[in-house]
């Protein structure tokens, strides 16, 4: 699944929302985030484009798991009728060290 570029996986998932209905038929996938550090797809060694999704299947089955034990809670609280009296409040840092790109949604050289 992770085996093609980004501008790939982009795609596919925007091709898979527009087919579930969940992305208007003429939505245009965002433009990559990247920097000057960012080699192009194209440009990765084997090995890297190798090493590059394994860490995307890494952080998806991360994600799955977040997302069903965040679902486990919401369960148990809809079960003990707390749901309603309870806030859930997620947060998240910025990644391991040296995962400095995964990073840069939130860390741009723009912000002040």
Do not use: C
């Amino acid at each position: 699944m992770y085996d093609g570029s980004p501008n790939a996986l982009t795609q596919r998932r925007l091709t898979r929302l527009k087919d579930l209905g969940l992305a208007h038929k003429d939505a245009k996938a965002p433009p990559p985030v990247a920097s000057a550090m960012t080699p192009e797809w194209n440009d990765l060694s084997p090995d890297d484009k190798k090493r590059s999704a394994k860490t995307m299947e890494i952080y998806a089955a991360t994600v799955e798991q977040i997302d069903e034990n965040i679902g486990r809670v919401v369960e148990y609280l809809k079960e003990s009728q707390e749901l309603d009296n309870t806030f859930i409040l997620f947060v998240s840092d910025n990644g391991a060290k040296d995962a400095a790109m995964e990073a840069l949604p939130v860390s741009s050289d723009t912000q002040s």
